[in-house]
């Protein structure tokens, strides 16, 4: 027998690749009877309709979110506020409100002021997602055996924090509850760094003229071509994320410069074993990630010879 | 009818993940008539005789050297020089000789002196490989739709330039013919200095104590796990390579290192539209890298959903 929906009634706002991602799953996995879809793009509203992944697409926000006792705030996080100012008026008594955003620190800080206080508020965070962006990017599968980590303010209630905890185990991922805070230090190390430095590096190869440029792309499969793929991330949601997170970006960013300065000297010196004992202590950490089912083993992430 | 042989002969000298892929590929494709397996390791040899990739691994190198028209060395470059002493004596006249060697310019200096004048020298560097190391991480495919980058030198033969090109041709590769010292540099861009970045954000986070460490690995797929896979590659290669080509990489860390100031800043001061016009410029790079097939266009590059 299939369990019972977690939820009503799901009003997301913002159906991009994570948004589409959580309506497909919903309805598959049977989280929530009904799915309303709220976007600020009529364009992208349309698509939804098309693609037929929520019940109301309408974009009627009265409508919408009457009777959802599920609200998840999928938008930039540069707009959270905004779309927190938009949503207060029509939200329930009693309702759950939530978010995807990669930053919480600052979401918290700009969400808060705008909602009532009869609605309950535990940010969260996905750590799903793939280059692609937009309502046709998304898939029900996206979370599984992906962490969803929640930040709930000290005085949330327990009943909500297990009410949503249990959507997020539904659709397939696994849930971690934290600080906002300390949210922000870890993502900023394993999420908005080894972006910023890849936006970087492809960067410093766009520098360079089209002769060299095309060599780049031509050479790409020697390592450069990783980089591009998380390079490829949607520039509004990133640009956003690196603002919100600045203090913990640019002391990670710190950290980073100091050890790159370490290996250039060791480089400009020629200290080999400096350099072999560098990269034999960098394995042991893939070890662990693919142990722990984070990424398939398989060479090349199992491109195939692509 | 199956295209005959382009050599009689090949010897290969090291046979780890490239020298192993090029045994299985070369027979594979019917590119040469006998293979002899050379390695500095006697357990490696023992395992090339179990695999049977080669018709001869008893590492002995009168005989594997004997009427071998093509010789390649697939060592890692650092030992290029002592590999090219080792099997001098034991050259057959009119031999070709090439390498595999990440490194171009150094590989050349290192070896040349000890090669004889009746033999033909044509460096060689399949931009080719995964993470993984040692003769059972070989696969025949390994070239296929990947380049190859000659670099001969001047006074070079035109018919032995050919039938290397042949060769590669023939076991899958697309081949470019380019100066060492330009190929040294693109690859210093493209595919060293990655790989230097890629080692120094996991030692960033190595640098963590272990429950930062966990939490890392727990947490990577939103954007670190990609910079580990290829900062598992081979320690000593690396090692290799960065000492080998040390002014290359430095002069292009030294460019990496500027553009990073500058998006420091930009983050530091809240540059919002800075930071966008960054993001949105690195796209049309990985968009030409997929529209020339150097990678898959499948979201997460084809992990489905680990």
């Not at 309950?120 to 990017?137: M, V």
């Not at 089209?210 to 050479?219: A, G, I, L, P």
Request: aromatic letters at 8%; proline letters at 5%.
């Amino acid at each position: 027998m299939a369990e019972p929906p977690i939820f009503d009634k799901l009003a997301l706002i913002g159906i991009g690749l994570i948004g589409s991602s959580i309506a497909r799953a919903a309805r598959e996995f049977g989280a929530v009877r009904e799915i309303a879809a709220l976007d600020a793009s009529a364009e992208v509203l349309a698509r939804v309709r098309e693609l037929a992944i929520a019940d109301d697409a309408s974009g009627d926000y009265a409508q919408a979110l009457r009777g959802a006792d599920l609200v998840v705030v999928c938008a930039p996080v540069g707009v959270a506020g905004a779309v927190a100012a938009q949503i207060a008026p029509f939200l329930e008594p009693g309702a759950l409100v939530s978010d995807v955003g990669s930053v919480k620190g600052a979401v918290i800080a700009q969400m808060t002021p705008h909602l009532p206080e009869t609605v309950h508020f535990i940010p969260a965070h996905p750590i799903a997602g793939t280059e692609f962006s937009g309502p046709d990017a998304g898939f029900a599968t996206l979370f599984r055996n992906r962490w969803c980590i929640l930040t709930p303010p000290e005085d949330a209630k327990a009943a909500a924090l297990e009410r949503l905890s249990a959507f997020w185990t539904r659709i397939g991922a696994r849930v971690e509850i934290m600080s906002a805070e300390h949210h922000d230090r870890v993502l900023a190390l394993t999420s908005h760094l080894p972006h910023l430095i890849a936006y970087n590096i492809v960067g410093t190869a766009d520098d360079f003229g089209e002769e060299t440029r095309s060599e780049v792309v031509k050479f790409s499969a020697s390592g450069f071509r990783d980089f591009t793929r998380i390079a490829a991330s949607d520039a509004t949601m990133w640009r956003d994320i690196f603002l919100a997170n600045r203090e913990a970006v640019l002391d990670m960013l710190g950290r980073f410069n100091e050890d790159l300065t370490l290996l250039q000297r060791m480089i400009r010196t020629g200290d080999g074993q400096g350099l072999f004992d560098f990269f034999t202590r960098t394995r042991a950490i893939r070890r662990s990630i693919v142990e722990q089912g984070q990424d398939t083993a398989a060479p090349d992430f199992g491109r195939g010879g692509n």
